[in-house]
């Protein structure tokens, strides 16, 4: 079975880049007239599909509604199509010509802000409906074509393949486990040696293993990392440590604590497609890695945007125009909108036309939330494929996002089918803080161990963002350990104390400091970034 193929760069003459995560990234080099097409890779033994076709599907394949990304080199030019959900983010420079799967390598010498680009980033902390913070740079939007030839790029909106599918005739839940199992055992044997299986406290990743099938189980190694003081006293450890247990798999729970130090890792390989939030997976998976020295090339088994189809998310929205998208995106606050005046830009406006349709059936919510966010999101594939593990996941496969959306309303909510599903087999844990320690602080312990450098307020002049607000993050971060603060960050982290504060008007202010710091330094490093192009 071939490697899956990490990401790519097309370009008109060949650009210089090996990913900071891994320098030991193969490339393969196509020419043309038109230009140059690099694929990396872990191994040098990657194929194409069909004569000069090339998927970043694992495995490799043709299908669009599917994870997948399609690149099909011919003598006029190369055509790059992504799939329906937009799961790999693709950035495109038409001046420069370049398209790539790296945000900063399209980006070259100019710099200019775009102005809408700039505050959407900002506002929602990461780039999102095609712009960019950058004028050069946009991104393609999900379910379309972008054409390379030696004089131009063209780009191609293709028809939503949602708009033709029927919802009204209710699924069968059993039905459902059915086709991801499916799903799976096709993945398990096509493929040979291990399976890692990150499992969390949650349901997503749980409903998968409990799908594998047991005569292929001796492949499977799950992990987990708490979010709590005590890691290993984590709900999410404790949960995951019992699940595996009752599923006889494999389980490890890893500790973290340097993840900052995978910083310029992580913007080397994401730049502004979003803010710098993730380390700790990087870390996550580096001993994983390191857990398993003689396994070569290992398949990862991702639960990303099950919760969303399953029902999980989004309940009590109501989106009728285009001041309400934000709500689909589920920042968590993670950003700074709670420093910017409103505006309404025309890349919301056009977003909200083109999945107007959807958005007048709730049961489609969902799909158009992830399509949202999946620059954000797709981290959760691109970090183990660029780490040398081939990512995939069955909740990125159309026709079974479709079966779940048509399930009864009332199964849907709140996951109560795949709860349901969880009692009758053993799975089901009524309440996190029965079973483990609630609390997260995993932001907390690892700024902590981190070499603070302050936001230079120089590079926000003529922006959304003010002097004095850069200079009070600064002055908060600087201090944040100080009595009083720990103080407070006591009592809103503390279970049943936390609601209390809440009412008085006590907040976790670490957080959302943090969050400020995560999106406007991830635009910094950029800017002074030499090594970007």
Same mark, same amino acid.
């Given at each position: ?35 140059v097409?690099?694929?990396?890779? %872990? ?8 004569p ?22 011919s ?15 693709? #950035? ?75 919802l ?55 992990y ?56 700790n997976h ?56 709670s420093?910017?005046?409103?505006r ?31 620059n954000?999101?797709?981290?959760? #594939? ?17 026709? %079974? ?18 709860k ?8 089901? #844990? ?65 279970r049943?104390?936390?609601?209390i504060?809440?009412i008085?008007g ?20 950029t ?7």
């Amino acid at each position: 079975m071939t490697n899956k193929i990490s990401g790519f760069i097309l370009s008109k003459e060949k650009i210089n880049y090996v990913p900071k995560i891994n320098p030991r990234l193969k490339t393969k080099v196509i020419k043309g007239d038109w230009g140059v097409l690099a694929l990396y890779s %872990i191994s040098e033994d990657i194929k194409p599909i069909s004569p000069g076709v090339w998927s970043l599907g694992f495995p490799p394949h043709s299908d669009l509604l599917k994870h997948n990304l399609l690149i099909s080199v011919s003598d006029e030019g190369v055509v790059v199509e992504n799939d329906w959900i937009g799961g790999i983010p693709v #950035y495109y420079n038409v001046d420069d010509k370049i398209i790539s799967t790296y945000s900063n390598v399209c980006l070259q010498d100019d710099k200019s802000f775009d102005d809408e680009g700039l505050y959407l980033f900002l506002k929602y902390g990461f780039s999102v409906m095609g712009v960019t913070p950058f004028k050069k740079v946009k991104s393609l939007r999900y379910y379309s074509s972008i054409h390379f030839s030696k004089k131009t790029i063209d780009v191609v909106e293709k028809e939503d393949p949602a708009l033709s599918v029927d919802l009204s005739k209710p699924a069968n839940e059993a039905d459902i486990r059915e086709m991801i199992r499916e799903d799976i055992s096709h993945l398990l044997d096509q493929t040979t040696g291990t399976v890692i299986c990150p499992l969390s406290g949650g349901l997503d990743s749980r409903v998968l293993c409990s799908l594998i099938p047991e005569k292929q189980k001796y492949r499977v190694k799950t992990y987990t990392f708490g979010i709590s003081p005590k890691q290993e006293k984590s709900f999410e450890s404790q949960i995951a440590k019992s699940v595996s247990q009752k599923l006889n798999l494999q389980w490890k729970q890893i500790p973290l604590g340097n993840a900052y130090q995978d910083i310029n890792e992580w913007h080397d390989l994401f730049g502004f497609g979003t803010h710098l939030h993730g380390m700790n997976h990087i870390e996550f998976l580096k001993k994983i890695i390191s857990d398993n020295p003689d396994v070569k090339n290992p398949i990862l088994l991702s639960g990303l945007s099950g919760g969303a189809f399953s029902g999980g998310y989004l309940s009590g929205i109501k989106v009728e125009n285009t001041s309400q998208i934000y709500q689909l995106a589920l920042t968590h606050d993670l950003n700074c909108n709670s420093l910017l005046p409103y505006r309404e830009t025309y890349a919301e406006t056009k977003f909200f036309e083109q999945n107007k349709a959807l958005l007048s059936d709730l049961r489609w919510y969902s799909v158009v939330s992830m399509r949202l966010k999946m620059n954000l999101l797709h981290y959760l #594939y691109k970090l183990p494929d660029h780490l040398g593990m081939s990512s995939t996941s069955p909740y990125n496969n159309f026709d %079974i996002v479709c079966k779940m959306l048509s399930l009864p309303p009332e199964r849907l909510h709140n996951r109560l089918w795949v709860k349901d599903y969880f009692k009758k087999t053993g799975l089901h #844990y009524r309440s996190r803080s029965v079973f483990g320690d609630t609390r997260n602080t995993l932001n907390r312990q690892l700024f902590s161990a981190s070499n603070y450098v302050d936001l230079n307020p120089r590079l926000w002049q003529n922006t959304p963002i003010q002097t004095t607000q850069i200079n009070q993050v600064n002055q908060f971060l600087r201090s944040y350990s100080s009595p009083i603060e720990n103080v407070k960050h006591f009592l809103t982290t503390q279970r049943g104390i936390k609601e209390i504060v809440k009412i008085f008007g006590l907040k976790n202010t670490f957080n959302s400091n943090l969050s400020i710091y995560q999106t406007l330094k991830s635009i910094e490093m950029t800017l002074l970034n030499e090594n970007s192009k």
